[in-house]
């Protein structure tokens, strides 16, 4: 699989709301780190530490899972970015973040890193009051 088909496929799985589905795709060691100073930023390493760690902590923050829609990837070899926008029903009213930049490094058919950046007062406003 190619590093571009393995993040449209993250993507993918992102803007359907299938967020398990992308966190399972990342490998035993692999880390997701969330930029800024919110409560759910950080890393989280491996599949089991983003499901059991960081979905809890979302799920108790949105009414619904937000919608991210991805507008372009940029792929050099195994890194790649994926640019886009997202928004959906918060805990303190509607989450929108008009950009985000996803960067990925992939191995194989897996995410071993990713960076999401994104406004993160926006984050903590509408998800953390």
Do not use: W
Request: glycine content about 10%; some cysteine.
């Amino acid at each position: 699989m190619s590093t571009r088909s393995v993040i449209e496929d993250y993507m993918n799985k992102m803007f359907t709301g299938d967020f398990l589905g992308a966190f399972q795709m990342y490998t035993p060691d692999g880390a997701y780190t969330i930029i800024g100073d919110t409560p759910v930023s950080g890393t989280y390493v491996g599949p089991d530490h983003i499901t059991n760690s960081l979905v809890p902590l979302l799920e108790k923050r949105f009414i619904a899972p937000p919608v991210v829609n991805c507008s372009e990837v940029i792929v050099e070899r195994d890194r790649g970015v994926a640019l886009g926008f997202g928004e959906g029903p918060a805990k303190f009213g509607q989450y929108k973040q008009r950009h985000y930049a996803f960067v990925f490094r992939v191995v194989g058919d897996k995410v071993a890193e990713m960076v999401e950046f994104m406004d993160p007062t926006q984050l903590s406003i509408n998800c953390f009051g």
